[in-house]
Structures are given as C-alpha cells and as structure tokens.
C-alpha cells in the first residue's frame, strides 16, 4: 500500500533562510509526486509534480523539489523565503496505475519569521 | 482563481439530513475529483470521475455518491449525515483522466453538521 509522510507538521524559519520540507513516501511502483500549497481559506495549489525525466523538478515561487528512488523521498526546498510562503504544504503520491488512490501527507505548515 | 467553481461556500444542516455538493469544473476539463479535508483525518481522495464515468474510487462511504453530469458538472451527495462529515470538501478538475495531470482545485465547500 502507498503511503506518504510529511516530517514535521510545523516548520518555522526566518525570512532569508533556506526552506527544506520533507516528504517521504512508500510505493510499490513508481509513482508519480506532487507538491501542493494551501494558503488560508482556499484550495490547493500545484506547486510541482514528478512524473518522468529530470529528477531535479522546478515549481512555482521558486520551489523545487528532487525526486531520489533510493531515498524514496521528495524533498521540497527553495533558497531564500519570503513571507508570502507561509502557508500548510502537502506532498502526495499516486501510482501510475489508474485504479489507485491518490494519497496525501498530513501537510506541514510553514511560518516564516521576520 | 483556479477557474473551479463550487456551490456553496457553507452549508450547516443536522446530523440524519442530505445535502448536495456542486462543482463546475473548469472550461475544457474532462476530470473532476471530489476530496475531503477534516483535522482529523487530513486530505482524503474520494473519488474520480472523467467523462462523465466513475474512474477512480477512494475513501468514499456508502453514505456518500457522486455523478458527472454531460455538461460535466459534478455533484457529491452526502446522506444521513453524522457529526464526523463536518469538514472542508474540495472539487479539483484536470484536463485528463490520469494522474500526471495538473489538478486545479476549487475553493472549497465548508459543510458543518450539527
């Protein structure tokens, strides 16, 4: 069965600094990985998937996330953050297979402090 | 604005009673996926449908159904409604029935059962 954990439901760092958001999953294909943004009182927001190719994969406000099969992971980082990135982050996973679910980590939220 | 439209924003009704979700998805796309966010339970997928055809099932009660309409709109019925159906349920639309496809996700029906 695929699973997804989301280390850290809380995350705080300080405006400037590094983001690293992490994400590890269970699969037993391949799967494809998504990174979505929920800011208040809204929906979600991709912010970058993986499906084939480049395992380094480049979002939007400057996320990017690289897929590793050994680690099974899928770390989401961006160099400097601003305030406008704190929000709750979700990573999901979904098999190629069709029939599957598509199954989301528990979210972590990202403050930044001034 | 992700283009996704849902109907309506809150919803209070008693527990025993049944209510109707809608959602339009937007212009073009086929896909349309129902997914409920609690505190408890996180963001769970509850269903797929593309086309007008059920294509994916996830954590979906019995109590729950949905269907696509052929002017692809999308409506989730809840039954016999019970404290624990009190949460945020979202509507996302792709373009295609697979995965890899970005999902654009509504704003968002708050249902609260009382």
């Known amino acids: 069965a695929q699973s997804v954990t989301q280390l850290g439901s809380h995350v705080s760092v300080s405006e400037g600094a590094l983001v690293l958001l992490r994400c590890n999953y269970s699969s037993s294909v391949p799967p494809y990985l998504f990174w979505y943004v929920q800011y208040p009182n809204q929906g979600l927001q991709l912010l970058l998937k993986y499906t084939t190719g480049a395992t380094l994969v480049k979002g939007i406000n400057g996320f990017e996330a690289e897929f590793k099969k050994s680690e099974t992971s899928f770390h989401l980082t961006k160099p400097s953050a601003h305030m406008s990135d704190a929000a709750e982050y979700f990573c999901?996973?979904?098999?190629?297979?069709?029939?599957?679910?598509?199954?989301f980590g528990k979210g972590t939220r990202l403050h930044i402090l001034p | 604005d992700s283009g996704v439209t849902q109907t309506p924003k809150h919803l209070i009704t008693a527990t025993g009673q049944r209510v109707t979700l809608r959602c339009s998805p937007r212009s073009g796309d086929l896909s349309v996926y129902w997914y409920q966010q609690s505190l408890d339970q996180g963001l769970q997928f509850l269903i797929q449908y593309y086309n007008g055809e059920e294509r994916a099932k996830g954590n979906i009660l019995e109590r729950f159904s949905a269907q696509q309409f052929p002017d692809l709109h999308s409506e989730l019925n809840l039954s016999s409604l019970e404290l624990g159906d009190s949460a945020l349920y979202f509507c996302?639309?792709?373009?295609?029935?697979?995965?890899?496809?970005?999902?654009?996700f509504g704003p968002g029906t708050r249902l609260t059962v009382t």
């Open positions: 996302a639309s792709s373009v295609g029935k697979d995965r890899e496809h970005e999902q654009y």
């Open positions: 999901a996973v979904s098999p190629v297979n069709r029939d599957d679910k598509i199954i």
